[in-house]
């Protein structure tokens, strides 16, 4: 045991030197312009649709009305008896109410061209 600690301290040193650049212009511009796109990149096939989803997805739920039917995001299938400011009071069967935060629901599944808020 110990002679293996103390092998740790004899490993040879390996000493490295800084290399200086020897870049011209254009390459380090075209580095410089192959960051931004790749940031531009990440942005377009990421940000701005995840974006857009949202806003459909607030579009949606401020859009809701009593009577429509909806799907929970747990899966749940109600129709909407009342509507409040946060909240909705789904009928999932005859006599059997619950009270639902709006974020949680997810699509209306009798409107197939709207699919599920992912």
Do not use: C, W
Request: no cysteine; aromatic share 12%; net charge positive.
């Amino acid at each position: 045991m110990y002679a293996s600690f103390a092998s740790l301290f004899s490993l040879p040193l390996k000493v490295t030197f800084l290399q200086v650049s020897t870049e011209t212009g254009f390459e380090a511009y075209s580095q410089i312009l192959f960051l931004v796109a790749m940031v531009g990149a990440f942005y377009f096939f990421m940000i701005r649709p995840r974006q857009k989803r949202q806003k459909e997805h607030r579009n949606f739920i401020a859009s809701l009305k009593e009577g429509e039917s909806v799907v929970t995001v747990g899966g749940i299938h109600g129709k909407i008896l009342s509507v409040s400011e946060t909240a909705l009071v789904l009928e999932i069967d005859k006599g059997v109410k619950i009270k639902v935060d709006k974020t949680y629901i997810s699509h209306n599944p009798d409107n197939p061209a709207k699919k599920p808020v992912a």
